[in-house]
């Protein structure tokens, strides 16, 4: 398929909810207020719902339960909200419930853990805007949602490629001669109209990006395929190495790593909540 027949598809992919967008956009916002963002929130029954669901799961063990967003919103806070919105939202887009060779839960409890991991490293470094990390690393590998949806059968044959030869998914579109999920991601965040950090995520995970925000997520992809949690379909026996020096680049010593680490078993508890709705 020609980039300009992938163009012409992704843009074929329903965009995000504008709910979603705006709720993002408000949470970030400094001058936002709970019955605002409670407000936008209660415009979108789905996205109300699952906040609630969340809300009233184990991990919160709220007394009494919650039955409104406003509540909602004070006990989970507007971190919290905003991954879930996010989250939500992403998921909603695709509806192909994955292959036997791309199984699509494993895919996403990697991507959220990558979110995390990126978003508590950039608190870690006092980066402004640390949640803009989180969205960098849910959407990073975006690109292979849309060969899901739109190419199955060309996403089954990269990744037995990659399994079969021990190589990264993206040499394993090179070595079979596809698009790469890169290039596609990049069209789906312009698409999407998403921040630029989120463009530089996708373009910049697979080597040694020049931003900050950019070497947080692709040093935040690297260890999380380390730790073995999900799996994105990529088998590059050269990521310890490249952990190893963008570590240096971001000045993540030992000490630095294993705050992150503890910081993120507690914090994916509540992702297992949140995939729990899905």
């Given at each position: ?6 163009v ?32 936008l ?7 109300t719902?699952?906040?609630?669901r ?30 879930v ?20 839960l ?19 470094l ?6 803009d ?6 959407l990073h ?12 059968d ?6 037995r ?42 373009r ?16 935040a ?58």
């Amino acid at each position: 398929m020609s980039t300009h027949s992938w163009v012409q598809k992704i843009h074929s992919l329903p965009v995000l909810p504008q709910v979603a967008m705006r709720v993002t956009e408000r949470i970030q916002s400094s001058g936002s207020t709970l019955d605002e963002i409670s407000r936008l929130i209660e415009s979108d029954a789905g996205l109300t719902a699952r906040i609630l669901r969340l809300a009233n799961s184990s991990y919160y063990s709220v007394p009494g339960g919650v039955k409104d967003i406003r509540k909602a919103l004070q006990f989970l806070g507007f971190t919290t909200i905003a991954q879930v919105v996010l989250t939500s939202s992403v998921f909603g887009s695709f509806k192909n419930p994955g292959l036997r060779d791309f199984p699509l839960l494993p895919f996403w409890i990697h991507s959220l853990a990558v979110g995390q991991v990126a978003e508590l490293t950039a608190r870690g470094l006092n980066l402004p805007q640390p949640s803009d990390a989180f969205i960098g690393g849910l959407l990073h590998d975006v690109g292979k949602l849309i060969l899901l949806e739109l190419a199955p059968d060309q996403l089954a044959r990269i990744a037995r490629h990659a399994l079969e030869n021990g190589v990264s998914f993206i040499r394993a579109e090179k070595d079979l001669g596809f698009e790469d999920h890169i290039s596609l991601g990049v069209g789906l965040s312009r698409h999407w109209k998403l921040p630029e950090l989120v463009e530089d995520a996708i373009r910049s995970h697979h080597g040694l990006p020049e931003t900050k925000s950019g070497q947080i997520i692709a040093w935040a992809n690297l260890w999380v395929h380390l730790q073995g949690i999900g799996a994105s379909g990529s088998h590059d026996p050269e990521m310890e190495s490249r952990a190893r020096e963008l570590a240096t680049l971001l000045g993540l010593g030992p000490s630095v790593t294993e705050t992150i680490e503890k910081q993120f078993r507690k914090e994916f508890e509540k992702a297992e909540a949140i995939l729990g709705g899905h």
